[in-house]
Every structure is written in structure tokens, then in C-alpha cells.
């Protein structure tokens, strides 16, 4: 493995074991963005965040990791963004790659499965995301797809 490829293996890594922080569902936070708000409607107040708290009515309803992405890719907030509500383990991977880097947990969900889930796909994904914007066959010293 080269010098660069093992360098990025251990920051990916990094990345999906420690990229999100564990809060309780009453913690503080500056706003509340609703999942079927836009975020362009917003984007003038940014400045003024320090957290936002996305929210997941259902763990089926995936709008709040768009809500992040743009965040995070468009509008560059570098606060902390939350992802509040119906938040389940099995999505930390995935809530890890769009942005967010706090989550309050169900009160049935595991904080131990979670971070454990975080550790899931440690080398990265094929696709590009918030953590490794290009895909894996763009990356230097990977083969070609």
C-alpha cells in the first residue's frame, strides 16, 4: 500500500469511528429545521449558528440527510449539525457521509451499536461523500474501475 493510499485509509477510518458526537434529546441547540423546510430559506441566518438540529420524523423519511448535505457542500456551515428524532443505529454510517456530526439517539437505540456501526466500511465507499468527495475510482493510487 502506498504512502498517500495507507494515509487516506487511516483518515477514512478516523473519520467513520469518532466523526459523530453522542447527545442527549434535550441538549441545546441554536435552531430547529424542520425536514420539510428549505434550506435556502435559512441560508442568510447560517452565520448565526453555532448547531442545527435536523429532524427525522420517521427513520424512513431520508430528506434531513439532503438537509445536511446541502448544509455542509453548498452553503460550507461548519457548526454543528444534529440529527434529532426517529434516529437509529443502522444509520450512523450513512449520517456520517452527509454531514452530520451529532446525533441524538432513539431512547431504544445503543449508543455501543452505533459507534460500532461507524465502524462499518472504515476503508470507504465506492461512491464520493462529505468525508472522500471523489469516488474510489477517481482517488489517486487506487485501480481503475
Request: glycine fraction near 6%; charge should be negative; hydrophobic fraction near 45%.
Amino acid at each position: 500500500m502506498s504512502d498517500a493510499s495507507e494515509m487516506r485509509s487511516m483518515q477514512l477510518a478516523g473519520c467513520a469511528t469518532h466523526p459523530i458526537r453522542f447527545v442527549d434529546g434535550d441538549a441545546p441547540v441554536d435552531f430547529v429545521l424542520a425536514n420539510d423546510a428549505d434550506v435556502e430559506s435559512v441560508a442568510a441566518d447560517l452565520a448565526g449558528y453555532r448547531s442545527i438540529a435536523l429532524v427525522f420524523p420517521k427513520w424512513a423519511d431520508g430528506r434531513a440527510y439532503s438537509q445536511a448535505r446541502l448544509l455542509r457542500a453548498r452553503y460550507r456551515f461548519k457548526g454543528e449539525i444534529r440529527a434529532t428524532g426517529e434516529v437509529l443505529v443502522d444509520m450512523m454510517p450513512l449520517l456520517a457521509r452527509t454531514g452530520f456530526d451529532a446525533v441524538a439517539l432513539r431512547a431504544d437505540q445503543s449508543k455501543e451499536f452505533a459507534e460500532r456501526a461507524l465502524s462499518f466500511f472504515s476503508d470507504g465507499h465506492y461512491q464520493g461523500d462529505l468525508i472522500e468527495p471523489l469516488p474510489r475510482f477517481r482517488r489517486s493510487g487506487e485501480a481503475s474501475a
